[in-house]
C-alpha cells in the first residue's frame, strides 16, 4: 500500500522528500528524548537566594512530580518516536524505489520496445506495478521519448520503427530451439522463456 503511494510521487520530488523526511526523522526523535528526560524527572530541586552581600539566606525547595503529571510527556515521547520511524520507513522505501527505477532504465537501455511482462519478469514484479512505475517515470519525463501501449502491454520508443529492425533465426542457449528474432531489442524463447543472448 505505502509502495503503491509513493509510486503516484513523480520522480522530481524524490530526493526533496527524502531529504525533508530525514530532517523530521532527526527533529522529532530529538524532542522524543527530550519529552523523555522530562519524564524521567520524579523531583526537581529550585534554589532561591534572599537577602544582600553577607546578610544572603540561600534555600532549597524539592518538587515532586506525580507519575499522573509526566504521563503526558511519555505520551509525547512515543507519538514523536513512532512519527521519526514512520519517516525513516517512508525513506527507505523511496529509496528502495529509486533503485527499481534505476533496473528499468538498465533493461530499457537499447531497446525501442519491450513488452511490459519481461521487464516484469527481470525485476521479479508485478506487470500492472511495473506499468504504474514506468507511465510515472515517463510523467516525471524520467524517461524520455517512450510511451506505453497500454493495449498491447508495450513499452514503445517514440521513434520506434518496427521495419528498421533486422530478424533472424538464432538457437535458444538453453533449450536449443530455433527462434526468430529480432536483433535490437531483447528477445525471449518462445519455448522456455529464456533471455537469447546474441552472439
Avoid at 29 to 51: A, D, H, N, P, W
Avoid at 59 to 69: A, F, P
Amino acid at each position: 500500500m505505502l509502495t503503491n503511494t509513493l509510486s503516484k510521487v513523480p520522480v522530481k520530488y524524490h530526493n526533496g522528500l527524502r531529504n525533508g523526511l530525514l530532517f523530521a526523522a532527526f527533529f522529532t526523535f530529538y524532542f522524543g528524548l527530550l519529552f523523555f528526560m522530562v519524564f524521567t524527572e520524579e523531583s526537581e530541586t529550585i534554589t532561591k537566594e534572599t537577602g544582600h552581600l553577607f546578610w544572603k539566606k540561600t534555600t532549597e525547595t524539592t518538587i515532586h512530580y506525580d507519575l499522573s503529571e509526566r504521563i503526558p510527556y511519555l505520551i509525547a515521547t512515543i507519538v514523536l518516536i513512532l512519527v521519526a520511524v514512520v519517516c525513516l520507513v517512508i525513506v527507505f522505501r523511496l529509496t528502495q524505489l529509486s533503485r527499481k527505477y534505476k533496473n528499468y532504465l538498465a533493461v530499457i537501455k537499447g531497446n525501442d520496445k519491450l513488452l511490459i511482462q519481461q521487464i516484469a519478469d527481470i525485476n521479479n514484479s508485478n506487470p500492472r506495478q511495473v506499468m504504474n512505475d514506468l507511465q510515472n517515470m515517463i510523467d516525471s519525463n524520467y524517461i524520455n521519448g517512450h510511451y506505453i501501449d497500454y493495449k498491447q502491454g508495450l513499452l514503445v520508443a517514440n521513434n520506434y520503427n518496427s521495419e528498421k529492425f533486422v530478424k533472424k533465426i538464432v538457437k535458444c542457449q538453453s533449450c536449443s530451439a530455433s527462434n526468430e528474432v529480432v536483433i535490437g531489442q531483447s528477445n525471449y524463447c518462445k519455448y522456455c522463456d529464456c533471455l537469447i543472448i546474441l552472439g
